[in-house]
């Protein structure tokens, strides 16, 4: 080719310039790397990808979509141009060195797209496996992109320097403690990764909690160096990943695949409503399904026990047992949630009564929905407690409130009232 190229040139009589010579090896170049360029897109694009992305599986049809193929026969056009330059000019020209270094550098950068593209698309590929899903993919990625990047940063150099890649990396010794500085967050994020997949601590779509920094919701992302939560109100905070490590979080993924989220509520009933409920009081209740296998039950303990005492009076009212108000709502709430339709009768289910406060007496309700959904939880727990406050009253309790101002302009008006109605009666005395 050469030699045809400079038999025209002698023909016409510039044969002997250098300066048109290498600008016509050039342009000659470049017309058949353009034409190349065409070819090799209409084949890979119109012919291959199709044929990748009709494919039957899902490996194919992904690699057909990602840019791995583009970045690959756009590798072979800069090969096309060197091997045309090398065959073209002499051996030592500096435009051709100059041009073997250049296209040198460029295959190599677009071979580190091209694999860094087919990273993604294995990562994507992965993401459809439900075993392999629940790995941080994001961040072994990353650190497969970091080593590709380093690796090809070592080649760039050493084709600078006309060295080889062996005494490049040599001369990196001397710099160990600046390039651990370098890649200290990078290093710590993937062992980080490591650990959070080993151990299972944290994956993709978990509801992880982490009051330190504001993070209140759903992973979407486990990366190299960071782990992105999108919030409940839309926010997306960004942690450290090897702050999952280092520092305490909490993940409900467990909450999610027990299949039901837990209620642990608390309701105070004022203790001078608590009393012991009379015969007649029983009876009035004991119709209630809710409650007939308690009364049952209780009753014939309470008759046991109350059957051998022998004194009398006032010492027999101390050692006899009772039935009370507050023991007989507990069973109610108990038989209640256990007939409820929307609570889950696998997990821990209990009413239980704790510790006097200045408020009251707790009783605190404690059970698992059969739910997760946020919405759905929250609507069987105020439909729970709704029945609740409603029925407290039928047993005579009084749930605790604080005093409100209406209770206070209330209780001003009645002392009011009342000392107006004394007023007379005291003026009546003087006369």
Known sequence: MREGILGILESVGVA???????????????????????VIKTVVDRGFRRLLQKAKGTFFPILGQSKTLQYA??????????ELSVLLFDVGDELRRLIVIISHILVLVLFAFAVSSFIDVLGRLAQRNKKLAVLPLQGFQQSLKLVL???????????????????????????????????????????AGIQLSTNNMLKVGDWLEMPK???????????????????FDKTVTTLPTSALISESFKNWGGMIEAGGRRIKRQVFIDINSIRFISEEEIQEVSGSRRLTDYLLSKNKEISEHNKNIQVAGLASFLDQRRMTNIGTFRAYILAYLKQ?????????????????TPHGVPLEVYCFTDTTVWAEYEGIQSDIFDHIFAIAH??????????????????????????????????????
């Open 16 to 38: 002997d310039n250098p300066l048109i010579v290498k600008t016509i090896f050039i342009l000659w170049i470049a017309l058949l790397t353009t034409a190349y360029y065409f």
């Open 73 to 82: 026969y756009i590798m072979t056009v800069v090969i096309f141009f060197r």
């Open 149 to 191: 990047i380093v690796i090809i940063i070592i080649l760039i150099i050493s084709t600078l320097l006309g060295q080889s890649p062996g005494i490049v990396i040599s001369g990196f010794g001397a710099m160990t403690a600046v390039l651990m500085l370098v890649f200290q967050a990078p290093i710590m994020g993937f062992v």
């Open 213 to 231: 920094y504001d993070a209140n919701g759903d992973v979407i992302e486990i990366g190299l160096t960071t782990v992105k939560v999108q919030n």
């Open 340 to 356: 409820h339709p929307r609570i889950n009768k696998n997990l821990s289910l209990m009413v239980r009564q704790m510790e006097a």
């Open 394 to 431: 039928i047993f005579d309790l009084r749930v605790f409130q604080a005093p409100s101002g209406h209770d206070w302009r209330s209780f001003a008006e009645a002392t009011f009232q009342r000392t107006r109605d004394e007023e007379p009666t005291e003026q009546t005395h003087r006369t």
